[in-house]
């Protein structure tokens, strides 16, 4: 079983940025995909970015550009730098990793507001 924690969201200004991260835990043998997706009020949930752990990333095109995503495989954590942030960038996001399956973290609230 993997546990999943994710933390660094909050509240921000527009243009201001935030850095969550999440932090893989428990029987963990490999882990191939991490991602994070985002999920607004009344909208789908839908994929930020993700990156392979050969280090191939992949972001949505509302933010190219902006965020950036990395991860620590000594650490099994995600990160996503998230810079020039906009009203429309709020959300709960979600990481997601693949390693014997899916596991899903469990949200932190984004929120871009002036």
């Known amino acids: 079983q993997v546990q999943l924690v994710e933390s660094g969201g909050g509240f921000v200004q527009p243009g201001g940025s935030l850095r969550p991260s999440c932090a893989a835990s428990?029987?963990?043998?490999?882990?191939?995909?991490m991602g994070w997706y985002r999920q607004a009020p009344g909208k789908q949930r839908e994929l930020v970015a993700g990156?392979?752990?050969?280090?191939?990333?992949n972001y949505a095109d509302s933010v190219k550009g902006r965020f950036s995503i990395s991860r620590d495989n000594a650490k099994n954590t995600v990160y996503l730098q998230m810079n020039s942030l906009k009203p429309e960038d709020t959300a709960v996001y979600y990481c997601?990793?693949?390693?014997?399956?899916?596991?899903w973290g469990q949200g932190t609230q984004v929120t871009v507001s002036s």
């Open positions: 997601v990793v693949n390693t014997d399956r899916v596991y």
């Open positions: 428990g029987t963990i043998f490999s882990i191939n995909y």
């Open positions: 990156i392979s752990s050969g280090g191939w990333s």
